[in-house]
């Protein structure tokens, strides 16, 4: 075994990546939680330290021993008292819920247990760097699942360096300083798909006692089957929008008319994951874990038993979900206009596209289709069918925060099904195509990889750069886009009658002025995207959504002249400055993108803007007495006119 490339590649990087999380300075690097990481870090020690579900007045205290923030953004829900009663009607059980009189703040962890229940042993033995070590053995398991895959396809030099581009040229790598479940479901994923395909795909065995052989004979028995199907039930639990992996692991063998074999996937899915929920239920009270009375808190409004007058009910924002938003995702404006644009952004996008995030990905998928009918097997078609579906599910139901909140990097809710990609990769490909797809990739997610920990915590920095700026900015993510962790740049207050919103992407705009006005740095560009407001035009005709008809665009120069470039979509204009000049600009806007995220909430019309300056002056040389050091392109003022 030690003669094979792909042994020694794979156990290389395991032991790099295990020292790398035995040794890491982790809450000094992370400076913070991400996302939902409180919940999960909470939740983790709690199980390791505890060894309980319940949030508790110790679990709050453990946390400022490393994070003196506390645990920003944790999702606590009440805990609930059940009984079962007999009832006429199918299934003759009833489930009656209700607060238990003796223990009112009995609080859970408002998110699936199951990523914590498996880091608990880990994070016992090591701390917090326990979440880091199991992420370390679940990425050398995945590389060494797409090595073994591969190695089916192609040479070992070609399958070992197509297995590391796959994992190491995309985002993959930024989630391995997570403490949130994006690994671990797509680990469970890569490593489902691939214990159930790998027989597809594998020669027979020579017999022999080896320990090579023995495992050859486990990855081509059922039993192999059984347990990728557990694994993707587990990850179902993680994540429900997982559950379409378990697609062509049903398929398959029904189409092939195998009836016990598919039951049999379909039972052991079934117990893997109502047997989760209901332990879920037994231990919270309910089946569903984000349902019910949830809520997350934060460091501004306080946490439960930080003090004495900080409770469960009066300092928390609710955060339930128990229903499908049926009038945001079955509306006009969602299917004729968002999910059109959603397709392309989910492919391009600047924040979430596949191409950028993904593009090994992208790349196994086009040699599939790219190949002859002999290259290609079967399975594979079944599989590139469950992505499609895996991603149309996410379009259609979040349309408006399809990538996940929290400044993401990518699209973390897609992240489970990129393992997927691999099991497209065709037969008798070459090393070249390893090449490319690090190369490509590279160019992307390099700058990502080399500090995980930076561009985690300023998930808003790296779009700005690069190839990146050519990509198109996800107006349907308004709201979600990691500029939202910048109250400096965010939901800004701009003129208008009713005023505008602002949302600046980058940092070649200088901040808001307290009379709207900004600068635009010197020879800079910069791309603002813009939330009409609703407003009420007369008793008589009520609330309506404001659309922007034309944007007044006021301009001043400073100590040079400049030219000011204008694009608002549905006009370009250029307007030249001579030295302290003053102009107005007035340009037509397009129709404006539908926005209406949540329920019973008002839809909004977004825009985009790019502004540019083609030269720029330092008032700290260029004006006597000025200590300002900035290099400043043009002073700018938006004003809407509404239609």
């Given amino acids: ?150 190695r089916t396809r192609t040479s070992p030099i070609a399958a070992l360096a197509f297995s590391m581009a796959f994992l190491f040229a995309s985002v993959v790598p930024v989630y391995f300083v997570w403490l949130t479940p994006e690994l671990f479901n797509i680990s469970l994923m890569l490593l489902g798909v691939f214990l159930w395909c790998y027989k597809e795909v594998a020669g027979p065995v020579v017999p022999s006692r080896h320990l090579k052989d023995e495992w050859g004979r486990f990855l081509r028995a059922d039993v192999s089957t059984c347990l990728g199907v557990v694994l993707i039930g587990v990850a179902t639990f993680s994540k429900p929008t997982n559950v379409f992996a378990l697609v062509p692991l049903v398929a398959l063998p029904f189409l092939r008319r195998q009836w016990k074999r598919t039951c049999l996937t379909v039972l052991v899915f079934t117990v893997v994951v109502g047997g989760l929920f209901t332990l879920n239920a037994v231990i919270t009270g309910e089946f569903n874990y984000q349902g019910g009375y949830r809520t997350t808190f934060y460091a501004n409004r306080g946490f439960p038993f930080l003090t004495e007058d900080r409770t469960f009910r009066n300092s928390g924002l609710p955060r339930a979900t128990d229903s499908v938003p049926i009038d945001v995702l079955f509306n006009r404006g969602a299917l004729t206009t968002v999910f059109p644009h959603n397709v392309m952004y989910f492919v391009l996008g600047r924040h979430t596209g596949l191409v950028p995030y993904f593009f090994p990905g992208v790349l196994s998928l086009l040699l599939f289709l790219w190949a002859g009918r002999q290259r290609r097997e079967g399975f594979q078609w079944l599989v590139a069918a469950t992505i499609a579906l895996g991603a149309l599910a996410l379009l259609l139901y979040m349309p408006f925060t399809y990538s996940g909140g929290g400044a993401p990097v990518g699209n973390r809710y897609f992240l489970p099904y990129y393992g997927l990609f691999l099991f497209l990769a065709p037969t008798l490909f070459s090393a070249r195509s390893a090449f490319t797809a690090m190369a490509v990739g590279g160019l992307f997610c390099g700058q990502l990889i080399v500090d995980p920990f930076y561009t985690s915590f300023n998930a808003w920095a790296h779009p700005q750069r690069a190839l990146f700026r050519w990509l198109p900015v996800e107006l349907s993510l308004v709201n979600d886009l990691p500029v939202n962790v910048l109250p400096s740049r965010s939901k800004l207050r701009l003129p208008g009658d009713p ?132 290099f400043l392109g043009a002073r700018v003022r938006l004003t809407p006119l509404y239609r």
């Avoid at 880990?122 to 701390?127: A, N, S």
């Avoid at 020879?523 to 034309?550: D, F, K, N, Y």
């Avoid at 370009?572 to 102009?583: G, I, S």
């Fill in 499 to 630: 005023p505008l919103t602002g949302y600046f992407l980058d940092d070649q705009a200088d901040r808001l002025e307290a009379n709207g006005w900004f600068w635009i740095r010197g020879e800079g560009s910069t791309e603002i995207l813009l939330r009409a407001p609703v407003w009420v035009p007369s008793a008589a005709q009520g609330p309506r959504p404001a659309r922007i008809g034309t944007l007044v665009i006021d301009l001043m120069s400073g100590e040079k002249a400049t030219t000011v470039r204008i694009d608002a979509g549905a006009e370009r204009l250029e307007v030249a400055l001579t030295e302290n000049a003053f102009k107005q600009a007035r340009v037509q806007m397009p129709r404006g993108f539908p926005y209406k995220p949540m329920p019973g909430q008002p839809l909004n019309y977004i825009y985009r803007v790019r502004l540019s300056s083609s030269t720029g002056f330092f008032p700290l040389f260029d004006m006597p007495g000025s200590v300002d050091p900035r």
């Fill in 1 to 150: 075994m030690w003669q094979e490339p792909g042994v020694v590649g794979v156990l290389l990087v395991g032991a790099f990546l295990t020292t790398f999380a035995l040794t890491v300075d982790f809450p000094r690097k992370a400076r913070g939680f991400h996302g939902d990481e409180s919940t999960y870090y909470v939740l983790g020690h709690s199980l390791a330290e505890d060894f309980d579900f319940e949030y508790r007045y110790e679990d709050l205290v453990r946390v400022w021993r490393e994070f003196p923030s506390g645990p920003q953004g944790i999702f606590l829900k009440e805990g609930k008292d059940v009984e079962l009663a007999l009832s006429s009607e199918l299934p003759f059980i009833r489930r009656i819920k209700h607060d238990d009189p003796e223990r009112q703040e009995r609080l859970y962890f408002g998110k699936s247990f199951i990523y914590p229940l498996v880091a608990a042993p880990f994070v016992f033995f090591f701390g917090t760097n326990g979440f880091l070590v199991l992420h370390a053995l679940l990425f050398t398991l995945s590389l060494a699942a797409a090595y073994a895959f591969l």
